[in-house]
């Protein structure tokens, strides 16, 4: 068996619908972890779906309780081939957003596979069961092969992605033993291009915060009190007017990471094109920071959102002046930006500009992932750079971070792990959305990507090169 040989085994998995009966199975189990009643199916994921596949390829596998007592469990398996071998750890989180039933296309339902075209419908398939699936597809395919993996594989497959993985962080720091690896490969997120193999190293970080005016207790006729008592939805709207100018660049100082955009980072920014198939929005160019280009306002620098906003009752408006105004806003950020110094940071602002005794400032419901970034240059990018090169003939996108967030600062910094990601889905996947899917020809491909990338992790004397190891 030759290299060329298994990606085409691996191809042929998905050709034979072999890998769609496979997918069709987990996308079943309607695990929402945003659902308290979804408990037992997020149990039943693992002990039924995962855990035979896994056992089968010869893991020895156990499910982890989750140290905060509420969530969902974790599953860790391993197959330990020889302890002096190089260990590759691999995540993925069977958890997905709420299934939105009635909000489907006609024909289409969130817990079961459909294919329509090139395209692959049902919630999980982008994020994250197709790619966690595309993975195991991957290792059990180099198994069946080689006989063998020729490195240490360890896999996490969590329940809580989705509601910001709550007791991951505290296992890893409980129990670090069980984790040891010397690389974290694993796959979420799109690709830059669904045409484009990508290849990224971290995460932007992001916090969630609201900001509130509140003035007095109950609403009053905009009659009788218009001009004499102060409107919370207009003060709190210059408020957030004075965060960034009319094109949405951001003026507070601490907020713009400018350090964070090294000359190794805007040359592995400078040939990427972004495209997220042909349903994508078209991209405001004239919209972000004027100096970059859109590659670098997404993926190497910071962006402010306004996600919601309330004054008053939207869905039955009164003729009165709202005692109160909302809104739910967020930051996602790069390396560079301090994350305990945002919301410190908006209130000086906010002080500044007259509005620090008006406007309050809260991130109450702790929402918060930090921000991550492998070196461009790291020589795990550029060897994993290369077997997907090998594979496609095309050398793939490489991004210095995702442009949304993922729990990689526990793998980087818990423990110590290099992070690369290979990502299956594309940015027009829909997905936390109706209508969720994957596309056939880009899973067709991530198969034999994967194939390739884990029989070279197998096919090379890593005791050669010291940075490859922990």
Same mark, same amino acid.
């Given at each position: 068996?030759?290299?060329?040989?298994?990606?085409?085994?691996?191809?042929?998995?998905?050709?034979?619908?072999?890998?769609?009966?496979?997918?069709?199975?987990?996308?079943?189990?309607?695990?929402?972890?945003?659902?308290?009643?979804?408990?037992?199916?997020?149990?039943?994921?693992?002990?039924?779906?995962?855990?035979?596949?896994?056992?089968?390829?010869?893991?020895?596998?156990?499910?982890?309780?989750?140290?905060?007592?509420?969530?969902?469990?974790?599953?860790?398996?391993?197959?330990?081939?020889?302890?002096?071998?190089?260990?590759?750890?691999?995540?993925?989180?069977?958890?997905?957003?709420?299934?939105?039933?009635?909000?489907?296309?006609?024909?289409?339902?969130?817990?079961?596979?459909?294919?329509?075209?090139?395209?692959?419908?049902?919630?999980?398939?982008?994020?994250?069961?197709?790619?966690?699936?595309?993975?195991?597809?991957?290792?059990?395919?180099?198994?069946?092969?080689?006989?063998?993996?020729?490195?240490?594989?360890?896999?996490?497959?969590?329940?809580?992605?989705?509601?910001?993985?709550?007791?991951?962080?505290?296992?890893?720091?409980?129990?670090?033993?069980?984790?040891?690896?010397?690389?974290?490969?694993?796959?979420?997120?799109?690709?830059?291009?669904?045409?484009?193999?990508?290849?990224?190293?971290?995460?932007?970080?992001?916090?969630?915060?609201?900001?509130?005016?509140?003035?007095?207790?109950?609403?009053?006729?905009?009659?009788?009190?218009?001009?004499?008592?102060?409107?919370?939805?207009?003060?709190?709207?210059?408020?957030?007017?004075?965060?960034?100018?009319?094109?949405?660049?951001?003026?507070?100082?601490?907020?713009?990471?400018?350090?964070?955009?090294?000359?190794?980072?805007?040359?592995?920014?400078?040939?990427?094109?972004?495209?997220?198939?042909?349903?994508?929005?078209?991209?405001?160019?004239?919209?972000?920071?004027?100096?970059?280009? #859109?590659? $670098?306002?997404?993926? @190497?620098?910071?962006?402010?959102?306004? %996600?919601?906003?309330?004054? /008053? &009752?939207?869905?039955?408006?009164?003729?009165?002046?709202?005692?109160?105004?909302?809104?739910?806003?967020?930051?996602?950020?790069?390396?560079?930006?301090?994350?305990?110094?945002?919301?410190?940071?908006?209130?000086?602002?906010?002080?500044?500009?007259?509005?620090?005794?008006?406007?309050?400032?809260?991130?109450?419901?702790?929402?918060?992932?930090?921000?991550?970034?492998?070196?461009?240059?790291?020589?795990?990018?550029?060897?994993?750079?290369?077997?997907?090169?090998?594979?496609?003939?095309?050398?793939?996108?490489?991004?210095?971070?995702?442009?949304?967030?993922?729990?990689?600062?526990?793998?980087?910094?818990?423990?110590?792990?290099?992070?690369?990601?290979?990502?299956?889905?594309?940015?027009?996947?829909?997905?936390?959305? #109706?209508? $969720?899917?994957?596309? @056939?020809?880009?899973?067709?491909?991530? %198969?034999?990507?994967?194939? /390739? &990338?884990?029989?070279?992790?197998?096919?090379?004397?890593?005791?050669?090169?010291?940075?490859?190891?922990?």
């Amino acid at each position: 068996m030759t290299r060329e040989t298994v990606i085409e085994t691996a191809h042929k998995r998905f050709d034979s619908g072999e890998f769609l009966k496979d997918l069709a199975a987990l996308v079943a189990v309607p695990t929402e972890s945003q659902n308290p009643e979804r408990g037992a199916d997020l149990r039943r994921y693992l002990d039924d779906e995962i855990t035979p596949r896994l056992s089968a390829m010869g893991y020895e596998c156990q499910v982890l309780d989750n140290p905060i007592a509420q969530y969902g469990p974790f599953l860790l398996a391993k197959r330990i081939e020889d302890e002096d071998n190089l260990t590759v750890f691999t995540y993925g989180h069977g958890d997905v957003v709420g299934g939105q039933e009635d909000r489907w296309q006609e024909g289409l339902d969130p817990w079961t596979l459909k294919v329509d075209g090139n395209r692959i419908y049902g919630r999980g398939t982008a994020d994250n069961k197709g790619q966690h699936a595309i993975n195991i597809n991957a290792l059990a395919t180099v198994l069946e092969a080689r006989g063998e993996l020729g490195f240490n594989s360890v896999i996490l497959i969590e329940t809580g992605e989705e509601t910001g993985s709550p007791g991951l962080g505290e296992l890893f720091r409980s129990k670090p033993e069980l984790f040891e690896a010397d690389v974290l490969i694993s796959s979420d997120g799109p690709r830059v291009d669904p045409a484009r193999a990508t290849l990224f190293m971290g995460s932007r970080g992001a916090l969630n915060f609201e900001m509130n005016v509140r003035l007095r207790k109950g609403a009053h006729h905009s009659g009788n009190w218009g001009g004499l008592l102060k409107d919370p939805g207009i003060i709190l709207s210059h408020a957030i007017a004075t965060i960034t100018d009319a094109r949405g660049q951001i003026n507070i100082p601490e907020w713009r990471p400018s350090a964070s955009l090294t000359p190794q980072v805007r040359k592995a920014l400078a040939d990427i094109t972004v495209s997220a198939g042909n349903d994508a929005p078209e991209i405001n160019l004239d919209w972000g920071e004027e100096d970059l280009s #859109p590659a $670098e306002r997404v993926w @190497g620098w910071n962006s402010f959102s306004v %996600l919601a906003m309330t004054s /008053g &009752i939207p869905e039955r408006p009164q003729n009165a002046i709202a005692p109160d105004a909302t809104a739910f806003c967020q930051l996602r950020f790069v390396v560079g930006t301090e994350i305990d110094d945002i919301v410190p940071a908006l209130r000086r602002h906010l002080e500044r500009e007259g509005f620090g005794d008006i406007v309050e400032v809260g991130n109450d419901d702790g929402v918060a992932f930090a921000a991550t970034r492998l070196d461009p240059d790291h020589p795990w990018v550029e060897w994993a750079a290369a077997s997907i090169e090998r594979t496609t003939g095309t050398p793939p996108a490489v991004l210095p971070n995702l442009g949304g967030s993922l729990p990689n600062e526990l793998f980087a910094r818990v423990l110590g792990l290099p992070t690369l990601w290979v990502p299956h889905s594309y940015a027009g996947c829909s997905q936390h959305a #109706p209508n $969720e899917h994957i596309l @056939g020809s880009t899973t067709r491909e991530a %198969l034999g990507i994967m194939a /390739g &990338i884990f029989w070279d992790l197998g096919d090379q004397n890593w005791t050669d090169h010291d940075w490859a190891r922990k």
